[in-house]
């Protein structure tokens, strides 16, 4: 079937420093990749997606990018905060609903 | 808040047991959708309703009954549930199915002893 891979599973950066997060699919018909944040006790949140028409897209200090050919999308957070601090989770849709989502990869922000 | 809430937070059931877990939403969203969330997995979709009608069934133990009566709330019926079922059970909500947002609630923590 189809799925996500996820790397790293954990991340340690110290506070400043940015971080980068990768996910490749295997659905070359996937044209939407969103990212979500999870905090302890939370359920996921999305804090960017990006769409196959596009290759880069930034908010603020987070930014992902998309490469359609080699199937790779990234996470990048730059200046990375305490608050930063949580599981980040990469999906990419199939069949025009269904997210297939990556492992999750643990942020720690050290002080 | 995410305007999305789930009931109970935590639930400890005996296999032989009978619960449901509840979901509402309150954003006017028309599709919902059941999760399983287990450590260091992926999220597994379950169940996905688009207009109170399933759409999907990810070939899900019969112990798991979903219901959506509305657009605003979603049930899952759990029955004879095995200690592997044990996980977060996630619910979400999104304007329409396909490549929106999906909202998600805090979670259910179970475990089946």
């Known amino acids: 079937g189809e799925n996500v891979e996820q790397h790293p599973s954990t991340l340690s950066v110290q506070e400043g420093d940015s971080a980068v997060i990768k996910c490749t699919y295997s659905d070359s018909a996937s044209n939407y990749f969103p990212w979500y944040k999870q905090e302890l006790g939370k359920g996921p949140q999305l804090i960017i997606d990006i769409r196959s028409n596009v290759g880069e897209k930034k908010d603020q200090r987070i930014a992902v990018t998309l490469n359609k050919t080699a199937k790779h999308f990234s996470l990048h957070i730059t200046e990375t905060q305490p608050e930063d601090s949580a599981v980040y989770f990469c999906?990419?849709?199939?069949?025009?609903?269904?997210?297939?989502w990556g492992a999750g990869t643990k942020l720690i922000i050290k002080p | 808040e995410t305007g999305v809430t789930q009931t109970p937070r935590h639930l400890v059931m005996g296999m032989t047991n009978k619960k449901s877990l509840k979901c509402e939403q309150h954003?006017?969203?028309?599709?919902m959708y059941w999760y399983k969330q287990s450590a260091k997995k992926p999220l597994e979709l379950m169940f996905v309703?688009?207009?109170?009608?399933?759409?999907e069934n990810n070939s899900v133990p019969s112990r798991f009954s979903p219901e959506c009566p509305n657009s605003s709330h979603l049930f899952l019926h759990l029955h004879t549930l095995q200690p592997e079922d044990s996980a977060l059970y996630l619910c979400?909500?999104?304007?329409?199915?396909?490549?929106?947002?999906?909202?998600f609630g805090p979670g259910t923590r179970l475990t089946v002893l």
């Open positions: 954003l006017g969203h028309n599709a």
């Open positions: 999906a990419a849709i199939v069949s025009n609903y269904q997210l297939i």
């Open positions: 309703y688009s207009l109170e009608e399933r759409v």
């Open positions: 979400a909500s999104s304007q329409e199915i396909g490549n929106n947002e999906q909202f």
